[in-house]
């Protein structure tokens, strides 16, 4: 092989070149870093490719009936489908159908969430005297800095966020919801994680995001739900039968 065809070319297979652009194809789509083993592995993939055309068309199986009907089954069913995204793509997704899937998304924001501070420490004995100079005084946020912890919140003075009382364990979140603001616990509460103080900052109602908020979230939903796909799909056939000439 001259160094030009080698240059132009991936492999050749008993005569027949594989360009290389069809080997760097195939490496990208792979999605891998590229590397010596993923080109290697993607060059004998379209080796095996290229035997099994030749093989084929050396034993005639083009020939079979039923191949050929399977293939052109196979073809179709790429078709239907490009189609139909094209389509999708296209008409986008109805705003009525936004808005129902909005109403239905929106009447999960229920409830409360809660601003909150910890510290969390080892010891039950630890957390009481934490509690005792906090009476006396403390800063909070300084003692959460210096004593607690729990490394994600620690070094933010204990600040934990807007968090629902769902996402927290159960031990917690019933010695937190009892707070008001302001206010911290009269006594350390032990969870699998050790022992906590807790300071309620502030409470609110659960509010819902704007539809606009979550547009794209939304139509990932609906375009993935299958009784919207045979809705749309027939639609898409009524449209196209209505513009058609058929004798």
Sequence with gaps: MSSYSYAQNAVIVNGKSIPKAQLDKLVQKSGQPENPQVRDQAREMLVTRELILQEADKRGVIQNELVREQLEQARMSVLIAAVFEDYVAKEGVAEADLQAAYDSVKSQYTGKEYHVEHILVEKESDAKAIIAQLKSG????????????????????????????????????KAMVQLKNGQITEKPVKS??????????????VKAPSIDEIKDQLKQMIMSDKNWQKAKFSEMMQKLRAKAKIQ
């Excluded at 906590?196 to 109602?205: A, E, G, L, S, T």
């Design 192 to 205: 699998q994680f050790g022992w906590h103080v807790i300071k309620m900052i502030d409470v609110r109602d």
């Design 138 to 173: 403390a800063n909070f946020e300084e003692i959460a800095k210096a004593k607690s912890q729990d490394p994600g919140s620690a070094k933010n003075g204990g600040d934990l966020g807007w968090v629902s009382d769902k996402a927290l364990v159960p031990e917690f979140s």
